[in-house]
């Protein structure tokens, strides 16, 4: 499996081979450069790719899974205007959702957070900020975001978020060594809406309907509009295909909350 750990090892072996073999024979700068680049690219992708677990194992989908069951995920909110909505369509289907907040919105909208945990769902830790320079944090930094919002949201709920997903999904070696400290489990996906980028709500309908398998983990956003009316799309295939829509831990057995 390519990760982080693996890929170093393997281009400081070569590094060191190169380096050596360029003592007795004539090497182009080229091959060295070539060989950072490489690597470059690779940690790139997999650092933008939260399914390749590159940094750190997150719970991306559940393969294999013997239960026609998929977990549906909301980022960004909670919204005063959008979150509703969902909610209210959750209910009419008699759906469950996965809930990942930004503190400074829950901290706005404590009345949403208990509506959402009252009615059986599941909320999860997406920073503080969602900064879009959250990628450059260092571990420090990182660490103070998720608790401030799990402190933010414990003050509402009086429980401790242990679900995490970082802000678009990217991961790196600072968030691994906060992970490590907050102890959260790292929630990823399988299925990609893109519903804050296209217009078209059947493009976004198909692109999840697609590939759409048992254990399946797909990523929307309460806080668009365009998401209302392609979820309600969504849980009418949902029904019509005897799928049953869960939480993050009921799918994956594992506790959501310390």
Known sequence: MLNF???????????????????????????FITLFILWFTITIIGSFNIGWNYHLQAFNSKKNHSKREVAITFDDGPNK???????????????KGTFFFIGKHAEQQPKLVQQIIAEGHTIGNHTFSHSNVFDFYGKQKVITEIENTN??????????????????GVTNPAITKAIKHTKHHVIGWNIRSLDTVKKDEKEILNRITKNLNPGAVILLHDSQEITV?????LLLFLQENNYQSVTIDTLYNIKAYA
């Open 81 to 95: 205007e959008f979150t509703p909505q969902i909610l209210a369509l959750l209910k009419r289907h008699q759906a």
């Open 229 to 233: 009316r392609v979820l309600e799309q």
């Open 5 to 31: 750990k693996n890929i170093n090892g393997i281009t400081l072996a070569l590094f060191v081979s190169l380096l050596i073999f360029s003592f007795f024979f004539y090497t182009s700068i080229f091959v």
């Open 151 to 168: 402190t933010t949201v414990a003050s509402i709920i009086n429980k401790e978020m242990k679900l995490f997903r970082p802000p678009y």
